[in-house]
């Protein structure tokens, strides 16, 4: 892990870190103005009314530590064994962004296409496209090892809940306890860590109502085996994405080596069930979904609705059509761009369908009778209703406090791969990296140097970039702002955002950005505009971050004990929120009712092809060359994707889909 500080706002929830040079003083807060809805949003009026919630509306994303013996058994008629759930676990892996599994006796591992895509750009030697093109290796030999890709196998699991809660002081602050916590969680995962050789973490579970300690074996020798062409992969482009019936061939396959550089030799592994599955059939998704909110409150989920849902949305919208428009302009690029314009596409379609539901009253509504039926449980006991009835309120309270810092977390933030152009970014890590000097480890120091000096700048494109920042700054903050003013300088935005980073010599051209770096006091007195415009707005953010890490701290402290009273009343009944560890979610092949017809249980390779045809002349089904005669014995019958009812979300990418028999 990188001891380099970042201070961010993700995309999955609102993760801040303490801006090293906030000044201190009265909190300023801003009025919010709207947000632009995402298309086909239907926007709905709170309160809504309470729908009797369903038995699984909290998911079915059980751990292996608590899985559901009892509700396996009936529901499908069929008890895992201890082994069963040994050989499932050992045989699953984590990628750093996916899930994947062995499936041979010889360290074969399978994942989706998607998850790979970095990966095979990565180990495409000159004049090679493998990503468009594909790359089977015929012998072993001709595999290829991924730089810096690993996966992880969890050994060892361990409820440490207790440890972590002992080192609570009662009587001290939230954002005390919230330190006590997490510097107990490190203590514990670096102990086990050196115990047992292994990468080990403690997750939160239930919002802090237990953790849990997982330990991994990391295998780094990672090798790619195969992986088809882009337009096979991805075949139906964004429109088929996140649907069904789905026709592309979404899967890669690499080949994990031991330390004496041979073929690893898994003990566990899945093997290959040589009928598929009937309809009908349990299923179980083995993997590490990577973040919900299930267990959230009304007044957290609104939050979501109104402002960051929307405004997640809005960037990803705006920023996929600036790299499309830049890709299709300048085609060079393209190699170097469309992963991430895929990433962003994935999760513009991911937001879109979140905003969705939050707006949608069948959703909100058995939200909000899940809600109102575990307060009335607490209401109903004495002892649950003096420690936990108050809960609710306040955290109601905490949100509208976030509500109001919220515009100029997202307008001013100067480290966002999404928000802020390159140079900002750039300009605000030169900022850091001066700061750093003297008062931080030469090792920090040094890789933060490092990574600055490697930094390329496309200037043409960071101008489309920092068009978009400034409009989002002037959505949130008005056109007043000092951020917008320091930028236009009483000019067009095209005119003056391009005139700005021709002045931004500091940081864009690299051989000046070096001799800053080796004279570190030269970038704190710097005129450079970028550098400038960066050290005015650090402090006004800054402030935003500190009360923003107050009232969360404060928040978590609450949404712990919420997640104790949902288990005094539940237990583990519930699964847990999902947090990219191993969960196993079940499920059934099964069709589903589809535009007044019927989806079916499978697609077929003839599928493929009527999409292809049907569709002609459009990239998004357009085939690789070869697709376009295949073999006359080639089984256009064969089954190519299914539909199933399982529990997942992004993380369950290249998860394996069993059945009872492995």
Not at 228 to 249: H, Q, S, V
Not at 367 to 381: C, H, I, P, Q
């Amino acid at each position: 892990m990188s001891h380099v500080r970042r201070y961010s706002i993700g995309l999955a929830a609102l993760t801040l870190a303490a801006a090293g040079c906030a000044s201190s003083g009265a909190q300023q807060t801003t009025p919010v103005p709207p947000v632009a809805a995402a298309p086909e949003t239907v926007t709905v009026e709170a309160p809504y009314k309470a729908i009797e919630p369903g038995r699984f509306d909290m998911g079915k994303m059980w751990t292996f530590e608590n899985a559901p013996l009892d509700y396996f058994e009936e529901a499908y008629d069929f008890r895992p064994s201890q082994d069963w759930l040994d050989h499932v676990r050992l045989a699953s892996l984590r990628l750093p962004n996916c899930t994947a599994s062995f499936v041979s006796p010889d360290g074969l591992v399978a994942t989706n296409h998607h998850c790979a895509r970095e990966s095979t750009s990565s180990v495409s030697e000159e004049g090679e496209s493998l990503l468009d093109d594909g790359f089977y290796a015929t012998t072993m030999a001709e595999e290829r090892r991924v730089p810096d890709l690993y996966v992880d196998q969890m050994i060892l699991m361990e409820d440490v809940t207790a440890l972590v809660q002992e080192a609570v002081t009662p009587m001290a602050s939230q954002e005390r306890q919230a330190e006590e916590r997490e510097g107990r969680q490190e203590a514990i995962a670096d102990s086990a860590s050196s115990a047992h050789g292994l990468e080990c973490d403690v997750t939160e579970l239930y919002n802090g109502g237990k953790y849990s300690l997982y330990c991994f074996k990391r295998y780094d020798d990672v090798r790619l085996v195969f992986t088809p062409e882009l337009k096979i992969g991805y075949f139906g482009g964004d429109p088929d994405n996140f649907t069904y019936p789905r026709y592309n061939l979404d899967v890669t396959f690499f080949r994990v080596y031991g330390e004496d550089g041979n073929p690893y030799q898994p003990e566990r592994y899945f093997g290959w069930s040589e009928t598929g599955a009937a309809e009908g059939d349990p299923v179980f998704v083995i993997g590490n979904p990577g973040s919900t909110s299930r267990l959230s409150t009304m007044a957290q989920l609104e939050f979501n609705r109104d402002y960051s849902e929307p405004t997640l949305v809005h960037l990803l919208q705006t920023r996929t059509d600036v790299l499309k428009h830049y890709m299709d302009h300048h085609p060079e690029t393209r190699d170097d761009l469309i992963n991430q314009w895929a990433s962003w596409m994935n999760g513009l379609k991911l937001y879109i369908g979140r905003e969705k539901a939050l707006n949608d009253p069948v959703v909100m509504g058995r939200k909000l009778g899940w809600e109102l039926a575990l307060k009335d449980s607490v209401a109903n006991n004495p002892e649950l209703r003096a420690k936990y009835a108050h809960l609710w309120d306040e955290i109601a309270r905490l949100r509208a406090g976030i509500a109001e810092v919220f515009p100029t977390l997202w307008a001013l933030s100067p480290f966002s791969g999404l928000a802020a152009p390159q140079t900002i970014q750039t300009a605000a890590g030169m900022l850091q990296y001066a700061q750093m000097v003297g008062n931080a480890p030469q090792e920090q120091v040094d890789e933060m140097r490092a990574e600055i000096e490697e930094t390329e700048i496309d200037v043409r494109l960071d101008r489309h970039m920092l068009e978009e920042r400034v409009k989002d700054v002037i959505m949130w903050l008005g056109e007043s702002d000092p951020f917008v003013t320091s930028v236009l300088q009483g000019g067009t935005l095209e005119e003056a955002t391009a005139a700005f980073l021709e002045r931004a010599t500091a940081v864009v051209d690299p051989e000046i950005r070096r001799s800053l770096l080796a004279s570190p006091t030269r970038i704190l007195n710097s005129a450079d505009p970028a550098l400038t415009l960066v050290r005015e707005t650090f402090p006004r953010y800054g402030q935003a971050v500190q009360r923003y890490r107050q009232l969360l701290a404060e928040e978590e402290a609450l949404t712990a004990q919420l997640a104790l009273a949902v288990f005094d009343v539940y237990g583990t009944d519930l699964p847990p929120d999902a947090t990219f560890t191993l969960r196993i979610a079940d499920g059934v092949v099964q069709s589903y009712d589809y535009n007044g017809t019927k989806a079916p249980a499978w697609t077929t390779f003839y599928g493929l092809y009527d999409r292809h045809y049907a569709h002609t002349g459009e990239e998004d089904w357009d085939l690789p060359p070869r697709w376009l005669d295949p073999p006359a014995d080639f089984d256009m019958g064969a089954p190519l994707n299914f539909v199933s009812t399982n529990d997942i979300i992004g993380g369950n990418s290249g998860s394996p889909i069993i059945n009872t028999d492995l």
